[in-house]
């Protein structure tokens, strides 16, 4: 699943061109990947070339960053504490759920416009964005 979608990823994104930078974060990343309760995944942390201040991860262990965050961040400790964050993501399998979560409402919301008009499965599709983004 992580990796369909991490290949999606990088056919819409550009990734930071600083073999550099991404290195130097993979290194911190796998430093900290090997003490979590998932140390058994390959984990591939990336940095995006995106001016958003972001970190999101991917089942699977594929954890990225985005270049707008990198520049807020003054020391080490600070980009391992966004890694570490990032990892607690995957070791949960918060993506999983989440992913999970929202086919189980699309096809919700597919069912509710078939019988009952597009009108209310827009609705729905709202409704399910939401309650997949934690605002239910």
Do not use: C
């Amino acid at each position: 699943m992580g990796r369909n979608y991490y290949s999606q990823i990088l056919q819409s994104q550009s990734v930071y061109d600083d073999s550099r930078i991404q290195n130097y974060v993979q290194s911190i990343g796998d430093s900290l990947a090997k003490t979590s309760h998932r140390s058994n995944l390959i984990y591939r942390f990336t940095v995006l070339d995106s001016p958003e201040v972001n970190a999101f991860a991917l089942p699977g262990g594929y954890i990225f960053i985005n270049r707008g965050l990198m520049a807020y961040l003054s020391t080490e400790e600070e980009l391992a504490a966004v890694l570490g964050h990032e990892i607690g993501h995957v070791t949960a399998r918060h993506s999983v759920r989440q992913i999970s979560q929202a086919q189980l409402l699309s096809i919700v919301s597919y069912a509710v416009a078939s019988k009952a008009g597009s009108a209310a499965g827009d609705l729905t599709n709202i409704a399910s964005g939401a309650l997949v983004a934690g605002f239910w």
